[in-house]
């Protein structure tokens, strides 16, 4: 299935951002992940195919949520008190399989948007 994320841009430290992933993921498990320069991708947030189950990483649980609409085919990414070491492109992906700990890692997933960048100045 082919993901597509939008959402990004330059914002101030402290402020917001609300990403979209739009695609036929009503059946998938939906991740979000990023990658900013000379760094590996990492894991953010996922959620569950109901929406009902929501996980994050350590480092933004407290300032990231994550939500979808099925009606809609969408998967958002709030993202409140933005910090400079936010600045990354952000990705969403679709997992077919069941809730494991391979949610935290990119091979638990089978198919990618193209990224959205995010740029925090401080």
């Known amino acids: 299935v082919q993901l597509v994320e939008s959402g990004g841009g330059l914002v101030q430290a402290g402020g917001s951002l609300r990403l979209s992933c739009g695609g036929s993921?009503?059946?998938?498990?939906v991740g979000w992940f990023r990658q900013a320069p000379g760094k590996e991708r990492e894991f953010v947030a996922a959620i569950s195919r109901s929406g009902g189950t929501t996980y994050f990483a350590d480092s933004v649980e407290d300032r990231f949520t994550i939500s979808r609409d099925n009606a809609k085919n969408t998967v958002y990414l709030q993202m409140n008190n933005l910090k400079s070491e936010d600045t990354a492109v952000y990705y969403c992906?679709?997992?077919?399989?069941?809730?494991?700990?391979?949610?935290?890692?990119?091979?638990?997933?089978?198919?990618w948007g193209q990224g959205t960048q995010v740029t925090v100045s401080s």
């Open positions: 992906a679709g997992r077919e399989g069941r809730i494991t700990t391979d949610l935290y890692y990119t091979p638990g997933y089978s198919c």
């Open positions: 993921i009503r059946t998938y498990i």
